[in-house]
């Protein structure tokens, strides 16, 4: 079955650091992946989409490649401050469909300490 | 302004029970959707609707029934409520771009149901 699939412990780093989260993707193709970010008691907030025909996609100190030879995207956020502690997930498309439908990973939780 | 609106914002119920959630946008998006993210923070599609048509079923207990009478609302009814039931349920929306694509989902607080 299709799967996304990320690192479920949890990721800590000083703050000032680069953060590096990883998303891969099995039995399928994506067209598109994105990230969101969860904050305890909220909803998902998006942040990047990424297209298959893109490696590379930046927004700020927020960085996402797509490596479609690895199965894999990198998510990074580059001079993590404690504001950026949060739970990111990594969404990718149905392949087999355009309904929107998207198969998320189990999310990366990353606390940044100051 | 609130994007994506659900209501009630928690709900704690008897096993057996039927109850509803409640969703609106005021986006304009044609697409809304409902999650279920389970105590391991796993979210997973359940349904889907645009512009009121059934579009993504996944398979679901039929004690599951979703009803959108305009394309900014979305409720979902459950019956006979279960233990197992008891998850945080995410309703979001987006907009379908002339390619077909739906991209970007925005999601609307949650409302967590507990069953006892």
């Known amino acids: 079955s299709q799967k996304i699939e990320q690192n479920s412990e949890a990721l800590n780093i000083q703050e000032g650091k680069t953060a590096t989260l990883t998303c891969n993707y099995t039995n399928y193709s994506p067209a598109y992946l994105q990230w969101y970010r969860q904050d305890p008691g909220r909803g998902p907030v998006f942040l990047l989409l990424i297209r298959e025909n893109e490696k590379e996609k930046r927004k700020e100190r927020l960085k996402v490649t797509f490596d479609t030879t690895l199965k894999q995207s990198l998510f990074h956020i580059t001079a993590s401050q404690p504001a950026d502690s949060a739970t990111y997930l990594c969404a990718g498309t149905d392949g087999s469909s355009n309904t929107g439908k998207l198969i998320f990973g189990q999310g990366t939780t990353l606390q940044v300490k100051p | 302004d609130t994007a994506v609106s659900q209501t009630p914002k928690y709900l704690v119920t008897q096993m057996g029970n039927d109850k509803s959630i409640k969703c609106e946008q005021n986006?304009?998006?044609?697409?809304m959707y409902w999650y279920k993210q389970d105590s391991k923070k796993f979210l997973k599609i359940m349904f889907s609707?645009?512009?009121?048509?059934?579009?993504i079923n996944e398979t679901v207990p039929n004690r599951f029934s979703p009803k959108s009478p305009d394309k900014a609302h979305l409720n979902l009814h459950i019956n006979s409520l279960e233990l197992g039931d008891s998850a945080v349920y995410f309703c979001?929306?987006?907009?379908?771009?002339?390619?077909?694509?739906?991209?970007?989902?925005?999601f609307g607080p949650g409302t967590r149901l507990l069953v006892l």
């Open positions: 609707y645009n512009n009121k048509e059934l579009i």
């Open positions: 979001a929306s987006s907009q379908r771009r002339l390619a077909g694509e739906r991209e970007t989902q925005y």
């Open positions: 986006l304009g998006h044609d697409t």
